[in-house]
């Protein structure tokens, strides 16, 4: 049986795909930078090699590691978004879908980054200390950016991870990419082209966004 293909009906509609394309980056732009900070203070609370940090710090963090890492996102955005206005708290459909990208990236980076920084020698941790150097300045200057530049291909893979994961997001009325495909589909009734050409543009991005990160570990963090 042959199939008649047919994008003329989706490609008319591309100012959805524009647009649905245009939030998936911007989702995963603002998700990225975020949950990478709040996977670096994560990682920070929790590493043994840079000294004792209070119990009740290290374990909450601990929990909020496991929870998110041993749960599905599309269950940790459907709590942020029909969870939540139970106790009182209503979000909109986009900053519910920021706030798990960046719950859940904030996680699994908190776990790379952590190996990365236990990866560190004690003696270069002494030797900053030796310096006069401050805790903060300690991390910020001598354990954090060779933390990173061992553990930046695995932090790209998550990224990517991620950045694909924002689909999900669609099912909550966040206008990203899948969300437009899924309407397209609706409109025009050509499902399989329109997600035809939904695949081929998260490969695009996926793509993409692996080499643009890649380049910018070579050129800020690689010989720094």
């Not at 490609?11 to 996977?39: C, K, Q």
């Not at 929870?67 to 978004?81: E, S």
């Not at 900053?128 to 001598?142: E, K």
Request: proline share 5%; aromatic share 10%; glycine share 8%.
């Amino acid at each position: 049986m042959l199939i008649a293909l047919d994008f003329s009906a989706v490609l008319a509609s591309w100012p959805l795909l524009v647009r649905g394309v245009v939030w998936t980056i911007g989702l995963t732009i603002v998700g990225t930078v975020l949950g990478l900070l709040l996977g670096t203070a994560c990682a920070w609370a929790r590493a043994r090699n840079l000294g004792h940090r209070p119990t009740a710090l290290r374990w909450a963090v601990a929990s909020y590691v496991e929870l998110v890492r041993n749960t599905p996102f599309i269950v940790q955005l459907f709590f942020l978004f029909f969870g939540l206005p139970a106790l009182g708290l209503k979000l909109t459909p986009e900053f519910a879908s920021v706030l798990a990208m960046v719950i859940n990236l904030g996680a699994y980076s908190a776990e790379i980054i952590r190996a990365g920084i236990e990866a560190t020698p004690r003696g270069q941790i002494e030797a900053a200390h030796s310096l006069a150097l401050t805790p903060g300045q300690t991390f910020r200057r001598v354990v954090l950016p060779p933390a990173l530049q061992k553990v930046w291909p695995a932090m790209v893979s998550q990224i990517i991870i991620v950045m694909l994961g924002s689909a999900v997001c669609g099912q909550i009325s966040t206008p990203e990419l899948s969300y437009a495909a899924n309407l397209i589909s609706s409109n025009t009734f050509r499902a399989f082209e329109a997600f035809i050409l939904a695949t081929a543009v998260y490969l695009v991005l996926s793509m993409a966004t692996r080499r643009l990160l890649m380049w910018i570990g070579a050129r800020f963090l690689v010989g720094r």
